[in-house]
């Protein structure tokens, strides 16, 4: 990486770095956890995606799995670039070159591939006049809130690490994201970041606090159960002729098969 990383300060946080980066991330976490226990008992019927499928189907077919695939993406690429420190990446073999490289490439195509995905699925809800009267309030807030998330995020990386001088956030942004999990704050390591990634990462912290309220809670009950769940049997409701019972079975039960 050719950019000078910007250093930790060692020197005390003013109050309104207090209240940026350790009062508003611990109260949106807190609203992240209560919020979320609170949707559980309250609503679990609606815990769900609440998908428009059978409204519209020719853009939900392509953005659906290109913002889901992007994310994905995305997610990996945080857990590593902030949840992991780069004296064990380093430590692991993978230079700060090869660690920079791969982030900036796998980061923009998934960055890419999270807009076009999402820009169909807000495309479709602005353009369809069904799904858009079945835009809640919920979706008012995290539509919008989402896309500026994102929108943020990979302006950054495009400003900074693919066209721009290069900038290491692992030594400022990720101190501070790592600090508030252990319980140690260090709000005086991100106010120095660029402006992108302060503001992409106050809009992520504003998106937790917003996701036990929304359609996001269906990633926490992603159907992992149909991979291993038995086989459906399906029986007509007629009664069997003797053409097409056999050994006391019908056709149909033993042509069981998974539901679609
Ligand atoms: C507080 C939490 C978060 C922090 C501290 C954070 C930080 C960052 C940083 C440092 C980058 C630049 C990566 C690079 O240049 O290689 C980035 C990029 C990005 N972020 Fe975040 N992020 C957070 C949460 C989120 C969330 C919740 C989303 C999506 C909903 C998101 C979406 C993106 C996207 C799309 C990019 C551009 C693609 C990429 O480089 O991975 N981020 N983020």
């Given at each position: 990486m050719?950019?000078?990383p910007?250093?930790?300060?060692a ?7 207090l209240?940026?980066w ?6 949106c ?5 209560v ?6 008992r309250?609503?679990?019927?609606g ?6 499928q059978?409204?519209?189907h ?9 913002f889901?695939?992007g994310?994905?993406?995305v ?6 670039g ?7 990446t380093?430590a ?6 090869t ?5 900036v490439?796998?980061g ?16 479709r809800r602005?353009?369809n006049?069904?799904?858009?009267r079945?835009?809640?309030r919920?979706d008012k807030?995290?539509f ?5 998330t ?25 101190v501070?994201?790592r ?5 140690q704050?260090h ?17 992520a912290?504003?998106l937790f ?10 990633v ?11 086989y ?14 056999v050994g006391?079975r019908?056709?149909?039960?033993s042509?069981?098969?998974?539901a679609?």
């Amino acid at each position: 990486m050719n950019a000078v990383p910007a250093p930790v300060a060692a020197a005390s946080a003013s109050s309104a770095d207090l209240l940026l980066w350790v009062a508003i991330p611990y109260i949106c976490l807190a609203v992240f956890v209560v919020g979320h226990i609170w949707r559980y008992r309250q609503d679990q019927f609606g815990w769900t995606s609440r998908t428009t499928q059978l409204l519209e189907h020719r853009w939900l077919r392509w953005g659906s799995p290109l913002f889901h695939l992007g994310a994905f993406m995305v997610i990996a690429g945080h857990v590593v670039g902030l949840a992991i420190p780069d004296a064990w990446t380093e430590a692991v073999g993978i230079t700060e070159h090869t660690y920079h490289t791969t982030a900036v490439w796998a980061g923009s195509v998934a960055g890419v591939a999270m807009v076009a995905g999402l820009g169909m699925l807000c495309a479709r809800r602005l353009l369809n006049r069904q799904i858009r009267r079945g835009t809640d309030r919920s979706d008012k807030l995290l539509f919008p809130l989402l896309s500026v998330t994102v929108v943020l995020g990979i302006t950054a990386t495009a400003a900074h690490n693919v066209f721009g001088a290069g900038y290491d956030y692992r030594s400022t942004v990720s101190v501070w994201f790592r600090g508030l999990f252990v319980l140690q704050p260090h709000p005086e390591a991100i106010s120095g970041a660029p402006l992108l990634f302060r503001l992409h990462a106050m809009s992520a912290f504003l998106l937790f606090a917003a996701w036990p309220f929304t359609r996001l809670v269906h990633v926490w009950s992603a159907p992992i159960g149909y991979l291993a769940r038995p086989y459906l049997v399906y029986r007509r409701r007629t009664t069997p002729t003797a053409a097409t019972a056999v050994g006391g079975r019908t056709r149909s039960a033993s042509g069981s098969r998974r539901a679609a």
